[in-house]
């Protein structure tokens, strides 16, 4: 089994903030995945990385997979209440290796 | 239908009854997921069906859950003699291809809220 660590755990942060939540293996994934899941609502997929080093940006959302291929994080910039959610990431392959998520909390 | 969708939305049962949850995934997604999400917690893998075979059945926690698939569309997970343990919310997820090599992207239904009193 693959394990996917990811930390922090709880995130609380007013919002304007910056924030940055990391997952860490001990081992190589080829790939990484990255969802976002609502209170309520199953999981969604925010972004995929496949390269070692990559770095992605989707708005206020910026991705890293680490040169390794071992780690990856996630960094939002000017945290807004929307923001609030599980972030989750997994590694390929994806179903059998879903990190516990980082529970963020953005509030006004 | 336009993404996953799952039935009921929520059941509560009583201890030692069985129950079964639906899920129809996306039409035309091969792959099927089941998950386990405990309150709070990140998800636990449970079984995935690539067409109608489940290639992969380790993540059931006991004999007591089983999981069926039919004409490559709707699954059923089962749970019989459910405990209290049993509770949780129950995510099932569809996607295009397997799970190895592809990068394939999940997408997941609401849920099925289990409560075993």
């Known amino acids: 089994t693959q394990l996917l660590e990811q930390s922090p755990q709880f995130l609380s942060i007013q919002e304007g903030e910056n924030l940055t939540v990391y997952c860490n293996s001990s081992?190589?994934?080829?790939?990484l995945q990255w969802y976002r899941q609502e209170p309520g609502e199953g999981p969604v997929l925010l972004v995929t990385v496949v390269t070692g080093g990559e770095v992605k940006k989707l708005k206020r959302l910026t991705f890293q997979f680490g040169d390794a291929r071992k780690d990856s994080s996630l960094h939002i910039t000017a945290a807004q209440p929307g923001d609030t959610g599980l972030y989750l990431c997994a590694g390929l392959p994806y179903a059998l290796n879903f990190g516990k998520g980082t529970s963020l909390l953005v509030t006004p | 239908g336009a993404g996953v969708s799952q039935s009921p939305s929520n059941k509560v049962t009583e201890k030692g009854k069985d129950v079964e949850l639906r899920c129809d995934p996306i039409?035309?997604?091969?792959?099927l997921y089941w998950y386990r999400q405990r309150l709070g917690q990140g998800l636990e893998f449970l079984i995935y069906f690539q067409g109608n075979s489940a290639p992969d059945k380790s993540g059931l926690p006991s004999d007591r859950f089983s999981a069926e698939r039919t004409g490559e569309s709707v699954s059923t997970l089962t749970i019989q003699r459910t405990q209290q343990e049993d509770s949780a919310v129950y995510l099932c997820?569809?996607?295009?291809?397997?799970?190895?090599?592809?990068?394939?992207?999940?997408?997941f239904g609401p849920g099925t809220r289990l409560t075993v009193l």
């Open positions: 039409s035309g997604h091969t792959a």
């Open positions: 997820a569809s996607s295009w291809g397997t799970l190895r090599p592809s990068y394939n992207e999940q997408f």
């Open positions: 081992s190589v994934f080829s790939s």
